[in-house]
């Protein structure tokens, strides 16, 4: 909402359903007999001709007899009308001095394939408060939960779609004591017999605020936060593959993990922005400071032996045979500033630095320094020019360099050693990857020239020419085997790329009740390997 804001209240809602519209025509029992025969005829002649030898079991030559069943198995796996619904609820409002927003929503879909489900809730609540003339307070806060009942992807014993297109139509899907049957193909059923929840939780926001000790000073502090959660957890009968154990004994097998991420941010800034020489000269000064760190954790356990399928929680399983916790986390430490300058609307000047470490490299190398710099000439603003079908033309250059640390894991040093080199019943360390200390940052030195320009004020150009060279790019290269590894981290060469960018906009017609927009781009981009 914004200030002095009259209450606003929103409600909106859809209701839908989703069907295959080329559902595929698969054979039924008579003719996938006929396809069978046929291929029996055809290479009972090429034995004949000597052209093939004869099977070792001649009983695969028999004809197919004719089958009771003809079983449609999309139809056993496919939902007809699968709904999708979406309710949305807003109120948003302020006063003088408080302004707030507040959301709910909810998406609850059906899936195409039978018990195949997701739902998701989210709630995001925004308020704004001015305690005076130089002190606002904020805070955006968020929350969702999704909740699935997912399959797996295709060609895996547990994906009911794909299984159904390649079983066979003449025999029945269920035995004579009504379980589902066991062919020698998967049964598309058996998909569903696999117990699956997997559950979402993330909340987070961001609580701010802005101190104006003087009309040109800002100084804006803000803290974010985010947590992730997730809850997965799997029970496969005994009369499915997986619950077989392994062996053929159908004891059932239950899974059971967790996720948990979190990341926070604490980020200062202060601003100066004045005007001089009569408002002609535009000065804006910034400087900050921001900390973020993550945290990512995972554990699992699995188990087998239930007594029964109503009880397909862990705590029910006889046996506890796996399990495993995980942590890792990195942080990331920023100082910087920005130097905007621009005259008369017409000369713009900017140079910025940024000061980053990161814990992913050793001490020596955990710093990295990256300054850029722009000027821009906005001609169309100068006295000389004169052209009517020219709205808007502006020149602009930048060069700057830029940091990447995204190429290797949470840490340097971290997931060096790893555990479970068990031997004798004694617990056992390995190391599990070459440790690399001169890993540093990735840079990338970049030029960028461009033109901007408005046409009779609809159309707009943008066109770009742009060169980096990405140097020290950070990748995995090859070891001696003789080290017992294959490869290592490292920093290992300069790419080029070079290119050309064009895009243009155009508002075509802009009425009341209609409105055409034109757009189009085109790109060129050339990369060359100079160094590895």
Same mark, same amino acid.
């Given at each position: 909402?914004?200030?002095?804001?009259?209450?606003?209240?929103?409600?909106?809602?859809?209701?839908?359903?989703?069907?295959?519209?080329?559902?595929?025509?698969?054979?039924?029992? @008579?003719?996938?007999?006929?396809?069978?025969?046929?291929?029996?005829?055809?290479?009972?002649?090429?034995?004949?001709?000597?052209?093939?030898?004869? =099977?070792?079991?001649?009983?695969?030559?028999?004809?197919?007899?004719?089958?009771?069943?003809?079983?449609?198995?999309?139809?056993?796996?496919?939902?007809?009308?699968?709904?999708?619904?979406?309710?949305?609820?807003?109120? #948003?409002?302020?006063?003088?001095?408080?302004?707030?927003?507040?959301?709910?929503?909810?998406?609850?879909?059906?899936?195409?394939?039978?018990?195949?489900?997701?739902?998701?809730?989210?709630?995001?609540?925004?308020?704004?408060?001015?305690?005076?003339?130089?002190?606002?307070?904020?805070?955006?806060?968020?929350?969702?939960?999704?909740?699935?009942?997912?399959?797996?992807?295709? +060609?895996?014993?547990?994906? =009911?779609?794909?299984?159904?297109?390649?079983?066979? =139509?003449?025999?029945?899907?269920?035995?004579?004591?009504?379980?589902?049957?066991?062919?020698?193909?998967?049964?598309?059923? !058996?998909?569903?017999?696999?117990?699956?929840?997997?559950?979402?939780?993330?909340?987070?926001?961001?609580?701010?605020?802005?101190?104006? =000790?003087?009309?040109?000073?800002?100084?804006?502090? #803000?803290?974010?936060?985010?947590?992730?959660?997730?809850?997965?957890?799997? &029970?496969?009968?005994? +009369?499915?593959?997986?619950?077989?154990?392994?062996?053929?004994?159908?004891?059932? &097998?239950?899974?059971?993990?967790?996720?948990?991420?979190?990341?926070?941010?604490?980020?200062?800034?202060?601003?100066?922005?004045?005007?001089?020489?009569?408002?002609?000269?535009?000065?804006?000064?910034?400087?900050?400071?921001?900390?973020?760190?993550?945290?990512?954790?995972?554990?699992?356990?699995?188990?087998?032996?239930?007594?029964?399928?109503?009880?397909?929680?862990?705590?029910?399983?006889?046996?506890?045979?796996?399990?495993?916790?995980?942590?890792?986390?990195?942080?990331?430490?920023?100082?910087?500033?920005?130097?905007?300058?621009?005259?008369?609307?017409?000369?713009?000047?900017?140079?910025?630095?940024? &000061?980053?470490?990161?814990?992913?490299?050793?001490?020596?190398?955990?710093?990295?320094? !990256?300054?850029?710099a722009s000027i821009g000439w906005t001609i169309s603003n100068e006295k000389f020019f004169n052209v009517p079908?020219?709205?808007?033309?502006?020149?602009? #250059?930048?060069?700057?360099?830029?940091?990447?640390?995204?190429?290797?894991?949470?840490?340097?040093?971290?997931?060096?050693?790893?555990?479970?080199?068990?031997?004798?019943?004694?617990?056992?360390?390995?190391?599990?990857?070459?440790?690399?200390?001169?890993?540093?940052?990735?840079?990338? @030195?970049?030029?960028?020239?461009?033109?901007?320009?408005?046409?009779?004020?609809?159309?707009?150009?943008?066109?770009?020419?742009?060169?980096?060279?990405?140097?020290?790019?950070?990748?995995?290269?090859?070891?001696?085997?003789?080290?017992? !590894?294959?490869?290592?981290?490292?920093?290992?060469? +300069?790419?080029?790329?070079?290119?050309?960018?064009?895009?243009?906009?155009?508002?075509?017609?802009?009425?009341?009740?209609?409105?055409?927009? !034109?757009?189009? +781009?085109?790109?060129?981009?050339?990369?060359?390997?100079?160094?590895?």
């Amino acid at each position: 909402g914004g200030y002095q804001q009259d209450l606003s209240v929103s409600f909106n809602t859809s209701y839908g359903f989703q069907n295959i519209i080329k559902r595929p025509s698969l054979l039924d029992a @008579q003719g996938y007999k006929q396809v069978l025969d046929a291929a029996r005829v055809n290479y009972e002649q090429d034995i004949a001709s000597g052209a093939l030898a004869g =099977p070792k079991d001649p009983t695969i030559l028999n004809p197919l007899p004719n089958s009771p069943y003809n079983t449609d198995w999309l139809k056993l796996v496919l939902r007809d009308n699968a709904t999708v619904k979406r309710y949305q609820f807003s109120v #948003a409002g302020g006063g003088e001095n408080t302004r707030a927003y507040l959301s709910a929503s909810l998406f609850d879909q059906e899936g195409i394939i039978k018990k195949d489900n997701y739902k998701i809730g989210r709630i995001k609540l925004n308020v704004e408060q001015k305690m005076n003339d130089y002190v606002k307070l904020g805070v955006n806060s968020y929350f969702s939960f999704s909740e699935a009942t997912p399959f797996s992807d295709d +060609n895996n014993t547990y994906q =009911p779609y794909s299984n159904a297109l390649g079983a066979r =139509p003449d025999v029945s899907p269920y035995d004579a004591d009504g379980n589902i049957a066991v062919h020698n193909f998967s049964n598309p059923l !058996f998909a569903f017999e696999r117990k699956v929840t997997d559950k979402w939780q993330n909340l987070g926001g961001t609580l701010f605020f802005d101190v104006t =000790p003087i009309e040109s000073l800002v100084w804006h502090s #803000a803290f974010s936060g985010n947590i992730r959660s997730n809850r997965y957890n799997r &029970y496969d009968a005994p +009369n499915t593959r997986r619950g077989l154990n392994g062996d053929g004994v159908p004891t059932g &097998y239950g899974y059971y993990s967790t996720e948990n991420n979190r990341d926070y941010l604490i980020e200062n800034t202060v601003t100066y922005t004045d005007k001089f020489a009569n408002d002609k000269l535009k000065l804006t000064l910034l400087g900050g400071h921001s900390f973020q760190k993550w945290e990512y954790e995972d554990s699992f356990v699995s188990g087998e032996n239930f007594p029964s399928s109503d009880l397909s929680w862990l705590v029910s399983a006889g046996e506890i045979n796996q399990g495993r916790s995980f942590y890792k986390a990195m942080a990331l430490e920023s100082y910087f500033t920005r130097l905007q300058l621009s005259w008369d609307s017409k000369y713009h000047f900017m140079v910025s630095t940024r &000061y980053d470490g990161s814990s992913k490299f050793t001490e020596e190398n955990r710093w990295g320094s !990256f300054p850029a710099a722009s000027i821009g000439w906005t001609i169309s603003n100068e006295k000389f020019f004169n052209v009517p079908a020219i709205t808007e033309l502006k020149a602009r #250059a930048s060069f700057g360099y830029t940091g990447n640390q995204t190429g290797i894991s949470y840490a340097s040093g971290q997931s060096l050693i790893g555990s479970g080199e068990n031997y004798d019943q004694a617990p056992g360390l390995a190391a599990t990857t070459i440790f690399n200390p001169d890993l540093k940052w990735e840079k990338g @030195q970049a030029l960028n020239l461009g033109l901007d320009i408005t046409l009779f004020d609809r159309i707009d150009v943008n066109l770009d020419y742009y060169e980096k060279e990405t140097q020290d790019l950070l990748s995995r290269v090859n070891v001696p085997q003789e080290s017992g !590894f294959r490869t290592m981290l490292a920093n290992v060469g +300069n790419i080029s790329n070079k290119g050309f960018e064009a895009n243009i906009n155009a508002r075509i017609i802009e009425k009341e009740n209609f409105k055409w927009n !034109f757009g189009a +781009n085109f790109s060129y981009n050339d990369n060359e390997v100079l160094k590895v």
